[in-house]
C-alpha cells in the first residue's frame, strides 16, 4: 500500500541519507562489527550531513527540521542498513536530543549544542541498572548534594553508546524514600573524576553497537550539569518515553521490511525440487501474510508518527506501537531465516544477523511485557 505521510522535502532528505549510508556505511559494515562500535569519523560525517541535529535550533548549529518525519526517515533508512546503526544514532538524535534542548539552561545549550551536532559530543542515556530496569523508580544510584555540587554513586549496565559517548544523562536518586518522585537527572561527562566504564558487552545481536556498564565511584558532578528540574527526573523521562518508543517502532518495521524484500528476491531464485521455493504454496502463503503483517503494522505507525507531528500522540499508543513492531519484527524475521534454509543461519547473510539483532526489540525501551502493562492499565484493568 502506497505510503502517503511523506512530502517531496522528506523524500529528498531520504536521499540524501541514503547518499551518507552508499558511501560512509554500506562498504564498512564488516569494519564496524569487528570494532564493536563505530568510529567517531561516521558521527563526525553524520554531523556534517545535518542528522545529529534534526531537533536543534539553528543557534546552536542544528538544523531544526521541526517535523518528526525528518527524524523517522532517517531511522528508517538506517535501520534497513543496520539495526545497530539506527539504535546508536538513535539514542542521540532522537532520544536524547529532547531532554538537551527542553530541559536545559542557555549556558549548557551552549555548552553541549553545538557540539552535539557536530558528532564530536556523543551522548547516551542511563537508565537501567543491574538490579532492574523496568520497574525504574527503584533505581539506586545516589546524588547527595555537597556544596555547589552533587556526588554521585552507582552503577548502570547495558547503557547503548556508553563505552564511547562524552555525555551521558544519567538518572539517579536525590531523595531516598520519595520513589518517583525523588530522581534527577545529570549530565556526566567523559573526564570526570570516578566516572569509569566496564568492557564492551558481549552481545547477541547488534555487534556494531557499543553497549556498556557504567561505574560512578564518588563523582563529583557541578551544579551546572543537573538537567531539569530536581527531583522531576522520572516526569521527564516518562515525558520523552513515547518519543524513544515511536523511534523504535519506526525502526523495528523498517528493518523488517527490508529484509522482507530480499527474502522475496532469495525466494525467487533459490530453487528445490525444480522450482523457486517461494513457488510452494506454503511459501507463497507465508511470504503473502508476511508482507501483509508489515503494510498493516506500517499504517498503524505512520498514523502515530503523524500523532507525535501534531502533539496528539499518546504514551498508550507508542506503548501498542512499540510491542507491536517488535513482536511483528521477530516474527517476519524468525520466517526469513527459515525461508533462506541453512544460509539463513549463517552469519554472512544478513538475514541471519538481522534476525539476531532484532530480538532485543522486545525488551529494550520498555519490554512488551510492559508495554502491555501499560496498555492494559489504561483500559481501567
Ligand atoms: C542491547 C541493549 C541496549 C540497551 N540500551 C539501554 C540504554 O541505552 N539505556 C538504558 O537505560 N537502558 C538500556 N537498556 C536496558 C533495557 O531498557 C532494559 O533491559 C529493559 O528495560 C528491561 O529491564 P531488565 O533488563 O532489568 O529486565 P527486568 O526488569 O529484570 O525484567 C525481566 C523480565 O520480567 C518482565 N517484567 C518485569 N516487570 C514486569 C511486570 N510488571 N509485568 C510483567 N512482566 C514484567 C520483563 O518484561 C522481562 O521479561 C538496553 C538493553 C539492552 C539489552
Same mark, same amino acid.
Given at each position: 500500500?502506497?505510503?502517503?505521510?511523506?512530502?517531496?522535502?522528506?523524500?529528498?532528505?531520504?536521499?540524501?541519507?541514503?547518499?551518507? $549510508?552508499?558511501?560512509?556505511?554500506? !562498504?564498512?559494515?564488516?569494519?564496524?562489527?569487528?570494532?564493536?562500535?563505530?568510529?567517531?569519523?561516521?558521527?563526525? &560525517?553524520?554531523?556534517?550531513?545535518?542528522?545529529?541535529?534534526? &531537533?536543534? !535550533?539553528?543557534?546552536?548549529?542544528?538544523?531544526?527540521?521541526?517535523?518528526?518525519?525528518?527524524?523517522?526517515? %532517517?531511522?528508517?533508512? %538506517?535501520?534497513? =542498513?543496520?539495526?545497530?546503526?539506527? /539504535?546508536?544514532?538513535?539514542?542521540?538524535?532522537?532520544?536524547?536530543?529532547?531532554?538537551?534542548?527542553?530541559?536545559?539552561?542557555?549556558?549548557?545549550?551552549?555548552?553541549?549544542?553545538?557540539?552535539?551536532?557536530?558528532?564530536?559530543?556523543?551522548?547516551?542515556?542511563?537508565?537501567?541498572?543491574?538490579?532492574?530496569?523496568?520497574?525504574?523508580?527503584?533505581?539506586?544510584?545516589?546524588?547527595?548534594?555537597?556544596?555547589?555540587?552533587?556526588?554521585?554513586?552507582?552503577?548502570?549496565?547495558?547503557?547503548?553508546?556508553?563505552?564511547?559517548? *562524552?555525555?551521558?544523562?544519567?538518572?539517579?536518586?536525590?531523595? !531516598? *524514600?520519595?520513589?518517583?518522585?525523588?530522581?534527577?537527572?545529570?549530565?556526566?561527562?567523559?573526564?570526570?573524576?570516578?566516572?569509569?566504564?566496564?568492557?564492551?558487552?558481549?552481545?547477541?545481536?547488534?555487534? &556494531?553497537?557499543?553497549?556498556?556498564?557504567?561505574?560512578?565511584?564518588?563523582?563529583?558532578? !557541578?551544579?551546572?550539569?543537573?538537567?531539569?528540574?530536581?527531583?522531576?527526573?522520572?516526569?521527564?523521562?516518562?515525558?520523552?518515553?513515547?518519543?524513544?518508543? $515511536?523511534?523504535?517502532?519506526? /525502526?523495528?518495521?523498517?528493518?523488517?521490511?527490508?529484509?522482507?524484500?530480499?527474502?522475496?528476491?532469495?525466494?525467487?531464485?533459490?530453487?528445490?525440487?525444480?522450482?523457486?521455493?517461494?513457488?510452494?504454496?506454503?511459501?507463497?502463503?507465508?511470504?503473502?501474510?508476511? =508482507?501483509?503483517?508489515?503494510?498493516?503494522?506500517?499504517?498503524?505507525? *505512520?498514523?502515530?508518527?503523524?500523532?507525535?507531528?501534531?502533539?496528539?500522540?499518546?504514551?498508550?499508543?507508542?506503548?501498542?506501537?512499540?510491542?507491536?513492531?517488535?513482536?511483528?519484527?521477530?516474527?517476519?524475521?524468525?520466517?526469513?531465516?527459515?525461508?533462506?534454509?541453512?544460509?539463513?543461519?549463517?552469519?554472512?547473510?544478513?538475514?541471519?544477523?538481522?534476525?539476531?539483532?532484532?530480538? =532485543?526489540?522486545?525488551?529494550?525501551?520498555? /519490554?512488551?511485557?510492559?508495554?502491555?502493562?501499560?496498555?492494559?492499565?489504561? %483500559?481501567?484493568?
Amino acid at each position: 500500500m502506497r505510503r502517503s505521510i511523506y512530502d517531496s522535502d522528506h523524500e529528498a532528505f531520504r536521499g540524501s541519507v541514503r547518499e551518507f $549510508l552508499d558511501r560512509h556505511v554500506i !562498504p564498512h559494515t564488516d569494519r564496524f562489527v569487528e570494532a564493536a562500535g563505530f568510529p567517531r569519523e561516521l558521527w563526525i &560525517e553524520a554531523g556534517k550531513q545535518g542528522f545529529l541535529g534534526l &531537533e536543534i !535550533p539553528e543557534r546552536y548549529d542544528g538544523s531544526a527540521a521541526g517535523d518528526y518525519r525528518y527524524n523517522a526517515v %532517517l531511522g528508517e533508512e %538506517l535501520a534497513k =542498513v543496520t539495526a545497530a546503526l539506527s /539504535s546508536c544514532f538513535g539514542i542521540h538524535y532522537d532520544v536524547v536530543a529532547p531532554y538537551l534542548v527542553e530541559l536545559t539552561g542557555e549556558e549548557q545549550r551552549r555548552r553541549w549544542l553545538p557540539r552535539f551536532c557536530s558528532g564530536e559530543l556523543v551522548t547516551a542515556i542511563g537508565m537501567t541498572e543491574a538490579g532492574g530496569g523496568s520497574d525504574l523508580a527503584a533505581l539506586r544510584t545516589t546524588a547527595v548534594r555537597d556544596g555547589d555540587a552533587w556526588v554521585l554513586n552507582g552503577a548502570k549496565t547495558f547503557i547503548t553508546n556508553g563505552y564511547s559517548a *562524552d555525555l551521558v544523562i544519567v538518572a539517579a536518586r536525590t531523595s !531516598p *524514600d520519595k520513589r518517583a518522585k525523588g530522581i534527577t537527572l545529570f549530565a556526566v561527562e567523559a573526564g570526570m573524576a570516578g566516572f569509569t566504564r566496564g568492557r564492551k558487552l558481549d552481545k547477541v545481536g547488534q555487534t &556494531e553497537s557499543d553497549t556498556a556498564e557504567l561505574f560512578f565511584d564518588d563523582v563529583r558532578v !557541578p551544579g551546572a550539569n543537573v538537567v531539569g528540574e530536581i527531583d522531576r527526573g522520572f516526569v521527564h523521562m516518562m515525558e520523552r518515553l513515547p518519543q524513544e518508543r $515511536l523511534g523504535t517502532a519506526v /525502526s523495528n518495521i523498517a528493518h523488517a521490511a527490508q529484509i522482507l524484500k530480499e527474502t522475496i528476491e532469495y525466494a525467487k531464485e533459490r530453487h528445490a525440487f525444480g522450482q523457486p521455493v517461494g513457488s510452494f504454496q506454503h511459501n507463497k502463503f507465508l511470504l503473502a501474510e508476511l =508482507v501483509t503483517q508489515i503494510e498493516v503494522s506500517q499504517a498503524y505507525v *505512520d498514523q502515530a508518527v503523524m500523532a507525535h507531528v501534531e502533539g496528539r500522540l499518546t504514551a498508550v499508543d507508542a506503548a501498542k506501537a512499540k510491542w507491536w513492531t517488535a513482536q511483528v519484527q521477530n516474527d517476519v524475521l524468525d520466517a526469513c531465516v527459515q525461508l533462506y534454509g541453512g544460509y539463513g543461519y549463517m552469519n554472512e547473510y544478513r538475514v541471519a544477523r538481522a534476525w539476531r539483532d532484532a530480538r =532485543v526489540t522486545k525488551i529494550w525501551a520498555g /519490554s512488551n511485557e510492559i508495554m502491555k502493562e501499560l496498555i492494559g492499565r489504561d %483500559l481501567g484493568l
